[in-house]
């Protein structure tokens, strides 16, 4: 405790990290109020007993940060924009293009953040049409003149637009990744109203299911650092290098591979993926037409969140995304290429293609370790379910994983700024 002191004390000693911090809070506290102001038309009474009778709608208004189930004017939260990430990502896998556009710095990330914005575009105009349908079915919106339609259309699209600023002034201006920051602030104001709603569901008589719930609320938390913070050193010697007239003394150094190289990100992929077949069921379920009733009756059945297939699913995707984004972010034959250009090798492999072999054998099996333990995290209220009774757990391990991974990325950048600065002193 006395160390995290400290660091805050240095924090707000420091003018530029005290600015970005201020900066940070101003973003958070104004994305609070536009949480909270409700879009016309709409009955939030009969909204909330709709979400308080659906788990697949409470857990998706805990990523959207609350402003789903008061449907405010950023009702869609970052669920387009992260959607149209993912597809972007993966169209950069298969178009050679968009690849090369990537390696290209700066000029490369800023054109396919552009990108991304315009396929978010039309996900934000489908989300919204469908989200309309669902509650002028459920009567809590009633039948929108053009006018009002394309009114409401205009405000949800500009809302989640907001949002996405929000995240790149962060991103800009403020401290670490702004979208993660963002996502982070709608858990933290949620948790509140979520420990009320899972706290709702115990009596006198469960109080050893309160014991287990919070003594594995612990171990999960300790267990998230633990994994975060796991890092497999693979040891880089460099020999003697003669340049000019100069001799280069050889050194040691390590190769970090991290045991969760992703973070948070295949937990977010996997969360817009596996929502959208009961979203679509959800939309369907009134149709007139037979076939599709009894497809959103399958759908609405089948991927119910307490449900097996869901979880499986789930499971299945968060570690499918987990090795892709891992195999995105870190390329061995790159890594083997560079260490061999200044001369470097790992003791026992030899230079090249077997560099580059030895290290796609290590991120493989670390990686395994990793995807796992983020699948059994984003499953993880499904198992307190089923261990301890209690059907409706709100606070699961995806919201605390992302809570505390958030929280190391942010301290970390904020550490690395500190040692910067005390760098800077002995350069003056």
Known sequence: MEAIREKIKLLFSDPKLKQKTIFTLAVFFTFRLFAFLPVPAINLTKLRVLFSQNQFLSLLDIFSGGTLINFSVMALGLNPYINASI?????????PQLEELSKEGEYGRF???????????????????????????????????????????????????????FGELISEFGLGNGISLLIFAGIIGRLPVLAGQTLAVFSPEVVFNILIFLVLALVVIAAIVYINEA??????????RIKGNRVYQGATNFLPLKLNQAGVIPIIFAVSFVLFPQLIGNFLQYSKNKILASLASFLVSFFTPAGFFYNFFYFILVIGFTFFYTVVV?????????IQ???????????????????????????????????????LPAIISKITGMKNLVIGGTGILIVVSVILETFKMVEAQLVMKSYDKFGR
């Open 111 to 165: 054109k396919i953040n552009q990108y991304t914005r315009f396929i978010t575009v039309p996900l934000t105009f489908m989300q919204t049409v469908g989200i309309y349908i669902l509650l002028k079915n459920q009567k809590i919106m009633g039948v929108l003149t053009p006018i009002e339609f394309i009114s409401f259309i205009v405000t949800m699209v500009a809302g989640t637009f907001i949002l996405i600023w």
């Open 341 to 379: 250009k200044y001369g470097g090798f790992i003791p026992g492999i030899r230079p090249g293609r077997a560099t580059k072999e030895y290290l796609e054998k290590i991120l493989y099996r670390i990686t395994s370790v990793g995807a796992i333990f983020l699948g059994v995290i984003a499953i």
């Open 87 to 95: 597809i972007l990502q993966m169209l950069t896998m298969v178009i």
């Open 330 to 338: 870190f390329n061995p034959q790159k890594i083997a290429e560079e």
């Open 231 to 240: 890092v497999r050193k693979i040891p880089v010697y460099y020999a003697k």
